[in-house]
């Protein structure tokens, strides 16, 4: 969810709507600077592009295919659309690169014209990509590591550079696979918090057969879980609306912890 969620009137959606970012939240959403790779493309993708002063984006990754992760993939044909011929730009093409599994799926990513992914490779906004576990671009090795889900085709990334480690693990990555030798020891761990059961509206608790359960560790779980794959820091990002919490309580939550801190629009990170 957005924050502010709108018509809310909740403490935090109304603090986020007066003061605007770091309070105001948009959808999920990374920017690689180094090779100019775009992770997942939420509905304000382009408000995020904007604000944040992107001037290229060469490459494209999705995590998964949930609504909130891909309702933006038309930013890529406001990329590179020239409207006098209704294609791309010659010089403006996006490679979405995908491991296999995803790629089979980008079909179902649907509007009136069918699959998105067709329409935007016949009119050249994209060419796709696929590859099987591991590949380069520029310095950077990226691996894809799949979480074992039945009902869901989810990937996390491990991205290495001049000996430096960053996983990215942003969402239903329940149940993560802290086995793999590649999530492990990484520098900088970039992944969902999970449920915060206390201090939510109405004094809601969530019963133990809730269904966030299903895809979503809580708080102190994802903690113990950095702490077993030995991450150096930790950055949380997909901070949810109903989690009752804003930036200020996220803040006081990173000095209690030290090694920790909360994302928010427009944060850059150097690893």
């Keep these: 969810m957005v924050i502010p969620k709108p018509l809310c009137r909740c403490r935090v959606c109304k603090e986020a709507r007066t003061k605007g970012p770091p309070y105001e939240r948009t959808g999920p959403s990374i920017y690689i600077h180094d090779i100019h790779l775009l992770i997942d493309t939420p509905a304000e993708s382009a408000l995020q592009l904007n604000r944040a002063g992107i001037d290229a984006v060469d490459y494209l990754l999705f995590t998964h295919l949930d609504p909130d ?6 930013v890529v044909e406001q990329i590179t659309i020239d409207f006098r011929t209704w294609r791309n730009y010659p010089d403006k093409r996006i490679r979405l690169i995908s ?8 079909p179902r990513i649907q509007s009136v014209y069918g699959p998105m992914i067709d329409w935007c490779v016949s009119r050249g906004f994209v060419n796709c990509d696929s ?8 310095d950077i090795d990226i691996t894809a590591v799949q ?4 009902d869901h085709t989810v990937f996390i990334y491990v991205f290495e550079q001049n000996g430096r480690k960053v996983v990215y693990a942003p969402c239903d990555i329940k149940p993560f696979p802290e086995r793999r030798e590649e999530v492990k020891n990484a520098d900088m761990l970039v992944i969902q918090p999970g449920m915060f059961e206390t201090g939510l509206r109405h ?7 809730h269904i966030s359960r299903q895809t979503l560790y809580t708080f102190d779980d994802t903690m113990a879980l950095a702490v077993r794959i030995n991450a150096k820091s930790v950055l949380f990002v997909h901070l949810e609306e109903y989690w009752n919490r804003g930036y200020d309580d996220y803040k ?4 209690k912890f030290g090694h920790i801190r909360f994302a928010y ?5 150097s690893v």
């Design 203 to 209: 004094g809601f608790e969530y019963p133990e057969d």
């Design 252 to 255: 006081a939550l990173e000095k």
């Design 147 to 150: 979480v074992e889900r039945n």
């Design 69 to 74: 992760h891909t309702e933006g993939f038309r």
């Design 99 to 106: 491991p296999r599994p995803l790629a089979e799926s980008l």
């Design 265 to 269: 629009d427009g944060m850059r990170i």
């Design 131 to 138: 590859f099987d576990h591991c590949l380069r671009i520029g």
